[in-house]
Nanobody, 115 residues
Framework: QVQPVESGGGLVQAGGSLRLSCVVS????????MGWYRQAPGKQRDLVAA???????NYADSVKGRFTISRDNAKNTVYLQMNSLNAEDTAVYYC?????????WGQGTQVTVSS
């Protein structure tokens, strides 16, 4: 069964940067709009960034100008470059499609920002 595999999280000081990666098996990846989501303790999972098959991007207001989503279809991988991190960015980060169809959620990758 296809399931995204996220990596790259960790503990970082406020103002620091991290780059997350998400690999998904299968050729269908390249035609889908992919998104990075995050879920903080006690909160719902929210979309923070998305990228279409053609490379168009959109971002939640809270991360605009700090986060950059990109993809490498040859590697079935979507990335999230996160700069100027702050404590409010602390969450588990997941990737999945931005369509009504979604794969089972992976384990995500924990990002913790210390202030």
């Amino acid at each position: 069964q296809v399931q995204p595999v996220e990596s790259g999280g960790g503990l970082v000081q406020a103002g620091g940067s991290l780059r997350l990666s998400c690999v998904v098996s299968g050729n269908i990846f390249r035609i889908l709009t992919m998104g990075w989501y995050r879920q903080a303790p006690g909160k719902q999972r929210d979309l923070v960034a998305a990228i279409t098959a053609g490379g168009s991007t959109n971002y939640a207001d809270s991360v605009k100008g700090r986060f950059t989503i990109s993809r490498d279809n040859a590697k079935n991988t979507v990335y999230l470059q996160m700069n100027s991190l702050n404590a409010e960015d602390t969450a588990v980060y997941y990737c999945n499609t931005e369509h009504e169809f979604q794969w089972p959620w992976g384990q995500g990758t924990q990002v913790t920002v210390s202030s």
